[in-house]
């Protein structure tokens, strides 16, 4: 989840059926000192990034940066064609007219911003076409919520307080997971 | 935490039984089996449209334009008045998804799937015209600013034409990720539910491996928010300059500063109508009256008449200017409209663009399906006139008196019209069998704050 995560081979996780006892499983669950490594949801659950910690996403830092070069790409490209490189007389019109210049820049800033982040965005969220996803269970894209810990570097007294923790949260399932 | 909006507020979803599991299955179902009869027969009658437009785009691009109706006096008709009415149906989705999200319509999310494909498949079909109008599409790499050897000669960057390729492309791109990105986790939804390999295969190659994770999400949710940010100024930005290639030209009747916004609103309203006609049938033939419900019609046919009345002020303003211009050109440009040649065509548009949608002030009437369906007929017609009535009476009788003209269609201009139709419904069809029709994830993030389910469960607990 958070930068540099490691992945797992083992997990266990439990499930819920609904988003009001999954938010307060998060809450009872991070209390105890225990931090969630993946949380599943079938839509985006509102309020869910304060009550496991998580950073704010900086995605709309790039946006910002790609639409300035944009910005600054339709800027300079148009400038050199209409002004240096070979300027041509449209209509009595001066050859920099800046006014005439706002849709395009305009255009390709949006473009620029929008593009840029959508790539940004499937970078950073390990999206590809044909990616094989690693799920805990098929169930969280339907109609559960689960809340995942990776087990590799844990005893298995470890496993035991986090199994443990689950079901006192409420959890419905506990099951764990091993992927290849 | 989820909590009920409101007990006495109309519920999006219906049905007292819903659950999430049962919100997938009434989406996704319409994916899985084979299609039904209809959707046959309509998929026969489309694809019969799309040969047509083949035909007819063919023997264009093999004869030269001279096969349209153009004359020297009226030089761009049909083939723009398409483009322009696609553009303008093309408005509507991400008018839905982005403004209605900033807006926190939650009745958006019904029907914002669907809209955004209509919009992408509609800038399909516009995009072509400007491309076979030109006569030589296979110079069409000419509207690309590259230096050519004879130069090195650039495009014209004062050009609202190129404006225009630089913003419809944009438009397609930007809606194209906007739509796409929302896919990604209701594709994920279907192949977690696939019984064979093939199926599980490609929808997880469509889905790009999604997991929804609380990450994911929240990345998700930031894309979408910034997308709607961006795509709110870009959707005005859009119908702007395909209004600038009329009003920065010197023609009476298109020398007019009221036509960027008179073009948005008619694009919006041209819109709207078009994704109630798709969505009154969608959700009969797909079951999918829960989703899209009386209210979703509702609040659509307000916003028809909201801008329905916006483009009839319009209207009546550039009548008044043009009286008050004291510009005798300007003056005859619109008593031509409204009494000349071409007086069936305006009157067409003022009826059915100013005059019936005022219906919808009545609440009877705008929750009214039959009503409805045929109002959302009318209003693509009378913005498929507005467009006519704008390009060629300001044309057809120009400052020569000797070279006034009629304009009339051959079988050519009309094939290809047609023919885009075909076009439009073919990729609509694929996308309402293959695809999700409706955000599954959107809907069901409302689904415990102004469902009927949980409205009833709220009372239950109350008691």
């Known amino acids: 989840m958070n930068k540099g995560k490691k992945e797992h081979k083992n997990y266990i996780y439990g499930i819920y059926s609904h988003e009001d006892n999954f938010l307060n499983a998060i809450d009872s669950i991070r209390s105890n000192g225990v931090e969630i490594d993946d949380a599943y949801s079938p839509f985006p659950v509102h309020g869910i990034d304060e009550k496991l910690g998580l950073e704010e996403t900086q995605l709309h ?103 443990g923790l689950l079901q006192s949260s409420g959890a419905e399932e506990v099951h764990t997971k091993s992927f290849e | ?95 839905i998804s982005a403004v209605l999200l900033l807006f926190r319509q939650k009745w958006r999310t019904g029907i914002n799937r ?62 194209l990720l906007f739509w796409y990105s929302g896919l990604m986790p209701d594709f994920a939804t279907i192949r977690d539910r696939a019984k064979t390999k093939k199926r599980k295969f490609i929808y997880n190659v469509l889905s790009f491996g999604w997991r929804g994770t609380a990450k994911q999400w929240s990345r998700f949710e930031s894309l979408s928010l910034i997308l709607a940010g961006l795509s709110t100024p870009l959707v005005l930005s859009v119908h702007t300059i395909v209004s600038f290639d009329f009003a920065t030209s010197v023609i009476p009747g298109w020398h007019t500063t009221i036509f960027p916004p008179y073009f948005v609103a008619g694009a919006i309203f041209s819109g709207f109508a078009m994704v109630q006609t798709l969505m009154l049938i969608a959700r009969k033939v797909q079951k999918l009256e829960d989703y899209i419900t009386i209210a979703h019609i509702e609040s659509m046919n307000k916003v028809i008449v909201l801008t329905g009345s916006i483009v009839g002020i319009a209207y009546i303003t550039e009548l008044f200017i043009a009286w008050y211009s004291g510009y005798l050109y300007e003056q005859y440009a619109f008593y031509n409209r409204a009494f000349g040649d071409y007086y069936w065509a305006y009157w067409s548009m003022m009826t059915c663009n100013v005059l019936s949608p005022q219906l919808f002030w009545f609440k009877k009437f705008r929750r009214s399906i039959f009503v409805s369906f045929f109002m959302s007929i009318f209003v693509n017609i009378g913005m498929w006139f507005e467009r006519f009535v704008i390009i060629v009476t300001s044309l057809h009788k120009d400052f020569l008196v000797s070279s006034w003209n009629y304009f009339s269609p051959t079988w050519v201009d009309i094939a290809i019209f047609i023919g885009s139709l075909g076009l439009f419904f073919t990729l609509f069809l694929l996308f309402a069998r293959t695809f999700p029709v409706i955000a599954i994830a959107e809907v069901k993030s409302i689904f415990s704050s102004i469902s009927e389910a949980a409205q009833e469960k709220e009372r239950n607990n109350k008691h």
Not at chain 1, 74 to 100: C, M
Not at chain 2, 68 to 95: C, E, P, S, Y
Not at chain 2, 148 to 166: A, E, I, K, Q
Request: hydrophobic share 50%; charged share 15%.
């Open chain 1, 61 to 163: 830092t790039a946006g910002f940066v790609l639409g300035l070069t944009g910005t600054f790409t339709a800027l300079g490209v148009i400038t050199w064609i209409s002004f240096i490189n070979y300027p041509t007389i449209f209509g009595g019109k001066p050859f920099w007219g800046l006014p005439a210049f706002v849709p395009i820049i305009f255009e390709l800033t949006i473009l620029m911003a929008a593009v840029g982040m959508f790539f940004v965005y499937i970078k950073r969220n390990e999206l590809f076409p044909g990616k094989i996803p690693l799920m805990v269970d098929e169930r969280t894209t339907d109609d559960k919520f689960a809340l995942a810990f990776g087990t590799d570097d844990m005893s298995s007294d470890n496993v035991d307080k986090i199994k």
């Open chain 2, 1 to 95: 935490m989820s909590h009920v909006d409101s007990l006495i507020r109309e519920p999006l979803i219906l049905g007292k039984d819903k659950t999430y599991r049962k919100i997938t299955d009434d989406i996704v179902r319409n994916t899985e089996g084979n299609p039904p009869r209809e959707w046959w027969i309509a998929f026969a009658i489309a694809v019969l449209g799309l040969l047509l437009y083949f035909v007819a785009v063919g023997w264009t691009i093999f004869k030269g334009i001279g096969v349209w109706g153009l004359q020297k006096t009226v030089n761009w008709a049909w083939d723009i008045t398409n483009f322009v009415w696609w553009v303008g149906i093309g408005h509507a989705g991400t008018l």
């Open chain 2, 114 to 175: 669907a809209a955004e494909a209509m919009t992408i498949f509609a800038v399909i079909c516009a995009g072509q015209f400007p491309l076979i109008h030109m006569g030589r599409i296979w110079q069409g790499f000419f509207i690309f600013p590259y230096a050519n050897t004879r130069g090195p000669l650039w495009v014209n960057f004062n050009s609202p034409l190129l404006w225009d390729v630089f913003a419809i492309s944009t438009y397609f791109t930007v809606s």
